[in-house]
């Protein structure tokens, strides 16, 4: 067999039993030992298994970047398997320990995988980021140039639900988007039920609207041929106006159900009638299923046929469970076929028991052309399609000497200054905003280095002389990326960003910011970027209640249990403008590491396999420590290992103070009043609870494991306190954040921080009101009863 559509048809229906046997082997051949479902989705592999053969083994150069459809994971590693990426042992444990994973991922199954989908419309968005990244890198003079590839999207049609999808195809219309295909799978059924009618129509005219090409692939070769005959017009009217829900019933049903209803509504003895009859059932249920989405032919033809960079939408209409005995049936979303049908299955299939994963089994070809012609193709044809970067060397820490500033200004300066300077590291920063660019300090940084945009786009406020601290002009040599309001394309695009190395063999460091509280905005996509191991600094400000003429909407509570929570991100909350200093530089560095992921036996962290980095700032401006900035490589280790003695304690300590962020003046100046009757107060600046707490839990894994003398950094810094010492831990956020530090050798703790909505006021007022000013700190070091009652001195504050 030479004719290429002949082996695609073959490949496809190897793809289509694979991807079913996997899924069935997975539940109903492999032991269980709890009890409990392992999933998969049939249903939605079968109406995917056509285009993704079309594309893979005929349309995708090495170039093109896929984000496959969550549910049609089994299809992509059965390509995978055939095209020697993936393992046989890796399916057989398919959704079970160290087996090939539920949807693709990036980090975690050994295939080619582009980008990790699993919740769904975040992967479909990312290629249209990762495509304005591409053309980011192509207008760059130090980036090398590269054949471009096309982002491509195959998408359940369901997942145009996801409110996010939009958001990007609004912000990929401002910039210009090229080079992106999405390919949906209209198979016109969700998780529960059949989508309602015209849908296909509301598609097309909002990705119209938006600049795109829309493709309708609705009828296959078949049907078109059929379309010709005489009475095949009658029987396009009849498909065209069929209801989504009969369409798929009445594939469920069959050929005799098929002819039965097309025989009572368009029969008419004549030519409808002999194009009915002329038709076996078998011949007839082939016909009626055989849409554009599963026909390679006309797939083949409407992907060969662009030759734009326009981005396109093609319309695939499919049948979800095509080919197999759930096809139609609304209720196969999660539905799995039972023994028998797979029985029936095998049988049409022509797989011989204990014969499940041979290669060519059921085929007219043999295994070695099946691969043979895989590995062929442009895209399989160079192996896996990773790239690499190399490190680009960090300048050190740009030092400050304000006397009193926030730190969110200090950000401003610090990157204002890297701005300025040529070191190549400078050329490699990438900044973005949702809007608010001014309002978080990236404004210095823009007016340096400009907006990126392929067209060049003057500041019209300048050329016309209207006095403006901004200088807003767009080329291709500039370095900020304005965004819209929406911080889930924030966090998509520095995912897209932060792959860069991977995706384009470029380095890029790319830095975020937005409010603080709206973290939590954009928190799905944040965790999605998080989960493919994208690289990217993100500047959440200003934080807390210090914020406080704004009140509560613009307020945040709960981000410091999110940066400690969240995989893939360190998180810190510096007071002090060294402290920051020491933080970013080490955060520019930490970005760009791929180490081995062997843990510091210092802090028990993996620091070497590098991740991503958030900054928790505030607008509150402080004065800066005595002797700032401070220069000496223990403090710097002290920052970035998370905690240091901003005051050590001596051997009686009876109250440590434990802070991080903001609160340092409260901290300080309630250390400063209880000293007078307390001995040997302690003061500990916290910088990063999330680095403390995750070398804690690491150590004493370690520990059982047989190391005992694993020792984390909180450990060794509380290791000196007496018995009887108390822990009071202060935090403008919420509490859990610190509370947490008695633990480590059993001291008692005291925690302080918000647990409610803010409100507007002052920071004094707010302060007071949730217990967190210096007053507070007193009074609870007054309530501990470990000895002689304290007296309290007169707070100026």
Request: net charge negative; charged share 25%.
């Given at each position: 067999?030479?004719?290429?559509?002949?082996?695609?048809?073959?490949?496809?229906?190897?793809?289509?039993?694979?991807?079913?046997?996997?899924?069935?082997?997975?539940?109903?051949?492999?032991?269980?030992?709890?009890?409990?479902?392992?999933?998969?989705?049939q249903a939605s592999c079968a109406s995917m298994v056509s285009?993704?053969?079309?594309?893979?083994?005929?349309?995708?150069?090495?170039?093109?970047?896929?984000?496959?459809?969550?549910?049609?994971?089994?299809?992509?590693?059965?390509?995978?398997?055939?095209?020697?990426?993936?393992?046989?042992?890796?399916?057989?444990?398919?959704?079970?320990?160290?087996?090939?994973?539920?949807?693709?991922?990036?980090?975690?199954?050994?295939?080619?995988?582009?980008?990790?989908?699993?919740?769904?419309?975040?992967?479909?968005?990312?290629?249209?980021?990762?495509s304005m990244v591409q053309d980011y890198l192509g207008e760059?003079?130090?980036?090398?140039?590269?054949?471009?590839?096309?982002?491509?999207?195959?998408?359940?049609?369901?997942?145009?639900?996801?409110?996010?999808?939009?958001?990007?195809?609004?912000?990929?219309?401002?910039?210009?988007?090229?080079?992106?295909?999405?390919?949906?799978?209209?198979?016109?059924?969700?998780?529960?039920?059949?989508?309602?009618?015209?849908?296909?129509?509301?598609?097309?005219?909002?990705?119209?609207?938006?600049?795109?090409?829309?493709?309708?692939?609705?009828?296959?070769?078949?049907?078109?041929?059929?379309?010709?005959?005489?009475?095949?017009?009658?029987?396009?009217?009849?498909?065209?106006?069929?209801?989504?829900?009969?369409?798929?019933?009445?594939?469920?049903?069959?050929?005799?159900?098929?002819?039965?209803?097309?025989?009572?509504?368009?029969?008419?003895?004549?030519?409808?009638?002999?194009?009915?009859?002329?038709?076996?059932?078998?011949?007839?249920?082939?016909?009626?299923?055989?849409?554009?989405?599963?026909?390679?032919?006309?797939?083949?033809?409407?992907?060969?046929?662009?030759?734009?960079?326009?981005?396109?939408?093609?319309?695939?209409?499919?049948?979800?469970?095509?080919?197999?005995?759930?096809?139609?049936?609304?209720?196969?979303?999660?539905?799995?076929?039972?023994?028998?049908?797979?029985?029936?299955?095998?049988?049409?299939?022509?797989?011989?028991?204990?014969?499940?994963?041979?290669?060519?089994?059921?085929?007219?070809?043999?295994?070695?052309?099946?691969?043979?012609?895989?590995?062929?193709?442009?895209?399989?044809?160079?192996?896996?399609?990773?790239?690499?970067?190399?490190?680009?060397?960090?300048?050190?820490?740009?030092?400050?000497?304000?006397?009193?500033?926030?730190?969110?200004?200090?950000?401003?300066?610090?990157?204002?200054?890297?701005?300025?300077?040529?070191?190549?590291?400078?050329?490699?920063?990438?900044?973005?905003?949702?809007?608010?660019?001014?309002?978080?300090?990236?404004?210095?940084?823009?007016?340096?280095?400009?907006?990126?945009?392929?067209?060049?786009?003057?500041?019209?406020?300048?050329?016309?002389?209207?006095?403006?601290?901004?200088?807003?002009?767009?080329?291709?040599?500039?370095?900020?990326?304005?965004?819209?309001?929406?911080?889930?394309?924030?966090?998509?695009?520095?995912?897209?960003?932060?792959?860069?190395?991977?995706?384009?063999?470029?380095?890029?460091?790319?830095?975020?910011?937005?409010?603080?509280?709206?973290?939590?905005?954009?928190?799905?996509?944040?965790?999605?970027?998080?989960?493919?191991?994208?690289?990217?600094?993100?500047?959440?400000?200003?934080?807390?209640?210090?914020?406080?003429?704004?009140?509560?909407?613009?307020?945040?509570?709960?981000?410091?249990?999110?940066?400690?929570?969240?995989?893939?991100?360190?998180?810190?909350?510096?007071?002090?403008?060294?402290?920051?200093?020491?933080?970013?530089?080490?955060?520019?560095?930490?970005?760009?590491?791929?180490?081995?992921?062997?843990?510091?036996?210092?802090?028990?962290?993996?620091?070497?396999?590098?991740?991503?980095?958030?900054?928790?700032?505030?607008?509150?401006?402080?004065?800066?420590?005595?002797?700032?900035?401070?220069?000496?490589?223990?403090?710097?280790?002290?920052?970035?290992?998370?905690?240091?003695?901003?005051?050590?304690?001596?051997?009686?300590?009876?109250?440590?103070?434990?802070?991080?962020?903001?609160?340092?003046?409260?901290?300080?100046?309630?250390?400063?009043?209880?000293?007078?009757?307390?001995?040997?107060?302690?003061?500990?600046?916290?910088?990063?609870?999330?680095?403390?707490?995750?070398?804690?839990?690491?150590?004493?894994?370690?520990?059982?494991?047989?190391?005992?003398?694993?020792?984390?950094?909180?450990?060794?810094?509380?290791?000196?306190?007496?018995?009887?010492?108390?822990?009071?831990?202060?935090?403008?956020?919420?509490?859990?954040?610190?509370?947490?530090?008695?633990?480590?050798?059993?001291?008692?703790?005291?925690?302080?921080?918000?647990?409610?909505?803010?409100?507007?006021?002052?920071?004094?007022?707010?302060?007071?009101?949730?217990?967190?000013?210096?007053?507070?700190?007193?009074?609870?070091?007054?309530?501990?009863?470990?000895?002689?009652?304290?007296?309290?001195?007169?707070?100026?504050?």
């Open positions: 067999m030479t004719d290429r559509h002949d082996i695609l048809r073959e490949i496809e229906r190897k793809l289509l039993w694979l991807a079913c046997w996997t899924v069935h082997n997975a539940n109903n051949v492999r032991e269980k030992t709890d009890g409990l479902k392992i999933g998969g989705h285009m993704m053969t079309a594309l893979y083994c005929s349309v995708l150069k090495p170039e093109d970047r896929v984000a496959v459809k969550p549910h049609a994971s089994p299809v992509f590693h059965a390509l995978q398997y055939l095209a020697g990426n993936q393992t046989r042992e890796k399916l057989e444990a398919f959704r079970g320990y160290g087996g090939a994973q539920s949807y693709p991922s990036r980090t975690k199954d050994v295939d080619d995988v582009d980008f990790s989908t699993g919740s769904v419309g975040l992967g479909v968005a990312i290629t249209a980021f990762a760059k003079a130090w980036a090398e140039k590269r054949p471009e590839g096309r982002m491509i999207a195959l998408v359940g049609d369901a997942e145009l639900d996801e409110g996010n999808v939009y958001e990007a195809l609004q912000e990929g219309w401002k910039h210009g988007l090229r080079n992106t295909w999405w390919v949906i799978d209209y198979n016109r059924q969700s998780l529960d039920g059949v989508v309602r009618e015209g849908l296909s129509q509301r598609i097309a005219a909002i990705f119209g609207a938006f600049g795109w090409d829309v493709v309708t692939l609705k009828y296959g070769a078949l049907q078109r041929a059929a379309f010709d005959e005489p009475g095949g017009t009658r029987l396009k009217d009849w498909i065209d106006n069929c209801p989504n829900a009969l369409y798929s019933a009445l594939t469920f049903q069959g050929g005799a159900a098929w002819r039965k209803r097309l025989l009572d509504e368009i029969g008419d003895q004549g030519d409808a009638t002999r194009l009915i009859e002329s038709r076996s059932d078998a011949e007839l249920q082939a016909l009626m299923t055989n849409l554009g989405g599963h026909c390679q032919d006309t797939l083949i033809e409407a992907f060969e046929a662009i030759d734009h960079d326009r981005p396109v939408a093609f319309v695939a209409y499919t049948t979800k469970g095509w080919n197999t005995p759930l096809a139609g049936h609304k209720d196969n979303h999660g539905g799995i076929m039972t023994n028998a049908q797979m029985d029936a299955f095998r049988a049409a299939m022509s797989i011989r028991e204990g014969h499940e994963w041979d290669m060519a089994e059921g085929l007219s070809i043999g295994a070695h052309e099946v691969r043979d012609f895989i590995r062929s193709r442009p895209f399989f044809a160079g192996g896996t399609r990773r790239t690499t970067a190399p490190r680009v060397a960090t300048p050190g820490p740009v030092w400050l000497a304000d006397k009193a500033l926030a730190t969110q200004g200090g950000f401003g300066k610090i990157l204002d200054a890297l701005a300025k300077s040529d070191h190549p590291l400078a050329d490699r920063i990438v900044t973005t905003s949702p809007d608010v660019t001014v309002s978080t300090n990236l404004g210095p940084w823009v007016n340096r280095r400009g907006l990126f945009s392929r067209e060049k786009i003057a500041d019209t406020f300048r050329e016309e002389r209207v006095p403006s601290a901004q200088k807003w002009w767009f080329s291709k040599e500039g370095q900020h990326i304005e965004l819209g309001i929406a911080e889930m394309n924030l966090f998509l695009l520095l995912g897209a960003a932060g792959l860069s190395h991977s995706l384009f063999g470029e380095r890029l460091l790319p830095v975020g910011t937005l409010y603080d509280p709206f973290v939590m905005r954009g928190l799905d996509a944040l965790n999605y970027a998080c989960y493919q191991d994208a690289r990217f600094l993100l500047i959440g400000t200003p934080s807390g209640v210090s914020l406080a003429p704004e009140g509560g909407a613009h307020q945040s509570v709960g981000t410091p249990l999110i940066g400690m929570s969240q995989d893939g991100l360190a998180s810190f909350e510096p007071a002090f403008l060294d402290e920051l200093s020491v933080v970013m530089d080490w955060a520019f560095d930490y970005m760009q590491r791929d180490g081995a992921g062997d843990p510091d036996e210092r802090t028990w962290l993996r620091d070497e396999t590098g991740g991503s980095v958030y900054l928790r700032l505030s607008t509150r401006a402080i004065e800066q420590p005595h002797g700032s900035p401070r220069k000496d490589a223990a403090f710097a280790q002290g920052v970035i290992d998370g905690a240091y003695w901003l005051r050590e304690p001596g051997p009686n300590a009876e109250i440590v103070i434990a802070y991080q962020g903001v609160v340092a003046p409260e901290a300080i100046e309630a250390a400063g009043r209880i000293g007078q009757d307390r001995r040997d107060i302690g003061v500990l600046a916290v910088t990063s609870a999330d680095r403390l707490n995750a070398g804690w839990h690491a150590a004493m894994r370690t520990r059982k494991r047989g190391q005992t003398g694993a020792m984390s950094q909180i450990e060794r810094l509380l290791a000196g306190l007496p018995p009887h010492c108390t822990l009071i831990t202060v935090i403008d956020g919420h509490p859990a954040t610190l509370s947490w530090l008695g633990s480590v050798h059993g001291h008692r703790t005291v925690p302080l921080g918000v647990e409610h909505f803010g409100q507007t006021g002052t920071i004094a007022d707010l302060y007071r009101h949730y217990g967190i000013d210096a007053d507070a700190i007193v009074d609870a070091a007054h309530r501990i009863t470990v000895g002689r009652p304290i007296r309290l001195a007169v707070s100026n504050a």
